[in-house]
C-alpha cells in the first residue's frame, strides 16, 4: 500500500483524479485505519489530507460554514458552534475518547456513513449542505440527505473530496438539542441518537421542528412527518407521542450486540419526548 501526503488541495484533487478508485481518503484515520486493518475496505494508496490548508476553519457569515478537517475536539469548543448550534457542539463531545475527538474530523464522520453517526442527526436538523470538489468537474453543493444514501455509502465520487459543509442561521427563539442513549456514559456508540431544533413564536407556538434520528435504520434520517405534527402547537405529551409513531413508522431498527431492536423502539419515544421538552425550554429562554 501507497501513502501520499498532500499539502494543498490542488494536490490532493490532482491525487484522487489520477488514482480513482485505488485512493482511500484518509485525515484522522479513527474509521479508516480500523477498517483496513479488519479488512472491511481496500485501498491502493492512501491520500493523506490531514495537512490540507483552508478545509478546517469555522466561520461565520450569511451561512455558517464548517471545513471538513475541523475536529471534533475543535467543534466541542468552539464558542460560536456552542452558542449557535448546541446539538453539534454536544454531538461531537461525545465521539470516542479525547484521543479520537482530538483527530478524527467532520468529514471522515459524514464520509464513514454509519447507522450510529453521532453528529448526522444534528447536521440534519440544521439542513446541512455538503461541499464536494473535483479537479475535473469544478465544485458542487448537495444536500446531507443526499450524501448519505445507505450504511457506509455516500455519493461521493472516486475523484471528488468533502471539502466542508454549509448550516441554516437559526433565527431567534430557536433552540436545538442531541441526545444520545448507550450502554455506557462515555465512549459508546449510540443505541437511539435523537436531535431536535425547535423554533417558537411569540406565544410560545412552534413554527418550525425538525427531528433527526440515528441508529434505528440503515442510515440517520430526518422525520418530516413527525415534524408537521408538532408544528402548530406547544408540543405537550400528546403531540410528542404521536410524533414518536410516526418515526418509528419510518424506523427499521436492529438487533445487535448493542441492543435489540424492541428496545430501541421503546427507548426512542421517551428520548424524543425529553428532547422537545429541553428544547423547548431553551428557545422560550427558560432552560432548566
Known amino acids: 500500500m501507497e501513502f501520499k501526503r498532500c499539502d494543498d488541495l490542488d494536490e490532493a484533487l490532482d491525487s484522487l483524479s489520477e ?32 495537512r490540507v490548508a483552508g478545509i478546517g476553519s469555522i466561520s461565520e457569515g450569511p451561512e455558517f460554514a464548517i471545513g471538513s478537517l475541523a475536529t471534533h475536539r475543535e467543534l466541542a469548543q468552539s464558542a460560536s458552534v456552542r452558542e449557535r448550534y448546541r446539538s453539534i457542539a454536544y454531538a461531537a463531545s461525545l465521539v470516542g475518547g479525547w484521543q479520537t475527538q482530538a483527530v478524527g ?6 464520509c464513514n456513513a454509519s447507522p450510529a453517526a453521532d453528529l448526522l442527526p444534528p447536521l440534519l436538523i440544521h439542513n446541512a449542505t455538503v461541499q464536494l470538489a473535483s479537479k475535473e468537474r ?45 450502554r455506557r456514559g462515555a465512549m459508546e456508540v449510540a443505541i437511539v441518537g435523537v436531535a431536535v431544533r425547535l ?40 403531540e410528542v407521542a404521536a410524533a414518536a409513531t410516526l418515526v418509528l413508522e419510518q ?7 448493542r441492543a435489540t431492536a424492541r428496545y430501541r423502539t421503546m427507548v426512542l419515544p421517551r428520548i424524543l419526548q425529553s428532547a422537545v421538552a429541553e428544547c423547548r425550554a431553551h428557545a422560550l429562554g427558560n432552560p432548566a
Do not use: W
Not at 465520487?157 to 430557536?174: A, K, V, W
Not at 418550525?208 to 415534524?227: G, L, M, N, Q
Open 19 to 50: 488514482l480513482g478508485d485505488a485512493a482511500q481518503v484518509l485525515a484522522g484515520g479513527t474509521d479508516v485505519m480500523i477498517q483496513l486493518n479488519l479488512g472491511e475496505i481496500a485501498a491502493e494508496t492512501l491520500v493523506h489530507i490531514e
Open 105 to 110: 474530523t467532520i468529514g471522515g464522520n459524514v
Open 138 to 182: 469544478g465544485k458542487r453543493d448537495l444536500p446531507l440527505s443526499e450524501f448519505v444514501v445507505g450504511r457506509r455509502t455516500t455519493t461521493r465520487e472516486p475523484d471528488e473530496l468533502l471539502t466542508g459543509f454549509t448550516l441554516d442561521q437559526p433565527r431567534e427563539r430557536t433552540a436545538d438539542v442531541y441526545k444520545k442513549v448507550g
Open 199 to 238: 423554533s417558537m413564536d411569540q406565544d410560545g407556538i412552534i413554527d418550525d421542528a425538525r427531528i433527526a434520528v440515528c441508529s434505528v435504520a440503515p442510515t440517520p434520517f430526518r422525520s418530516h412527518v413527525a415534524e408537521q405534527v408538532l408544528q402548530g402547537t406547544q408540543g405537550g405529551n400528546e
Open 251 to 257: 424506523a427499521d431498527p436492529i438487533d445487535d450486540a
